[in-house]
């Protein structure tokens, strides 16, 4: 506990939580307004005539658990990508600032550092999630009741898709700490963080969306194996027809972070940090 404290001392006494923080304010409030217009559009437009499957897509994503699903899980995308940052500063600032050799003089035991950074880090991105849960279930009924659904706040699906959001959260922290393991440059790591998340996030949907065109609607299945992706289809409110199950994305998503983790541990017991 005290390596943990320790750990949230540095966080807490360093000007990088509240820069973040400040950072995800803006970017919450402008998904906020994004998905209010979304929600709007599903709830209420007609789309005219399409495919079957396209039909079968549209009707799930409409409906009432996978809206308010929606809604109160906004922001993810960039939150995610913020505390992951916040994990990978954890580790690489006492490179960048050299105060990693003092740390494991200190306390010698380097997997116990880590461990420590990881809960941390965690804690960071709870503290984060909590955040915008609050701003999301304020936020959130207000647009379920514009759009003449109810808040919706009796539906397990909202809860279910809250509490996967933290989960989210939680291992997007755990992946940037093993990120930053492996990558001791702050800029590098920082760099290399953002174009995975958002080159997966983006990239990868187009690419998958090309070859399922090519070579069928199978391929839509490789989605889950993005980090990004899967972090999306988990807090789904429904599953959607065509998309790998929300359990495969909470489960992929944690086997990233438990690799992360690991990795992370031994890497940083054998590493010269001369």
Do not use: C
């Not at 079957?52 to 799930?60: F, H």
């Amino acid at each position: 506990m005290n390596l943990v404290r320790s750990e949230l001392l540095k966080i807490r006494t360093t000007s990088t939580w509240w820069i973040f923080g400040l950072i995800t304010l803006p970017l919450w409030a402008l998904t906020a307004l994004i998905n209010w217009l979304q929600t709007d559009a599903l709830a209420n437009s007609d789309f005219g005539e399409m495919s079957a499957d396209q039909e079968a897509q549209i009707e799930a994503s409409r409906a009432v658990e996978s809206l308010a699903a929606n809604v109160y899980t906004n922001g993810q995308f960039f939150g995610l990508l913020i505390v992951m940052l916040l994990g990978i500063i954890v580790v690489t600032s006492e490179f960048f600032h050299q105060t990693v050799t003092t740390t494991f003089l200190t306390v010698p035991h380097r997997t116990a550092v880590m461990v420590a950074k990881l809960v941390a880090a965690a804690v960071v991105a709870m503290l984060f999630w909590l955040a915008t849960t609050v701003l999301n279930l304020i936020f959130g009924a207000l647009v379920m009741s514009s759009v003449d659904l109810g808040s919706q706040l009796g539906s397990g699906a909202v809860w279910r898709a809250t509490a996967l959001n933290g989960l989210a959260y939680l291992l997007w922290s755990v992946l940037g700490v093993g990120l930053g393991v492996l990558i001791r440059s702050q800029i590098g790591a920082t760099v290399t963080g953002i174009l995975l998340y958002l080159g997966g996030a983006v990239g990868a949907a187009i690419a998958i969306g090309i070859l399922a065109n090519r070579w069928g609607d199978w391929i839509n299945d490789l989605q889950v194996l993005v980090p990004s992706l899967a972090s999306s289809l988990m807090v789904s409110g429904t599953d959607i027809p065509g998309n790998p199950p929300r359990w495969a994305g909470a489960a992929v998503l944690i086997g990233y972070a438990v690799v992360a983790g690991a990795i992370g541990a031994l890497t940083m017991r054998r590493r010269d940090i001369s």
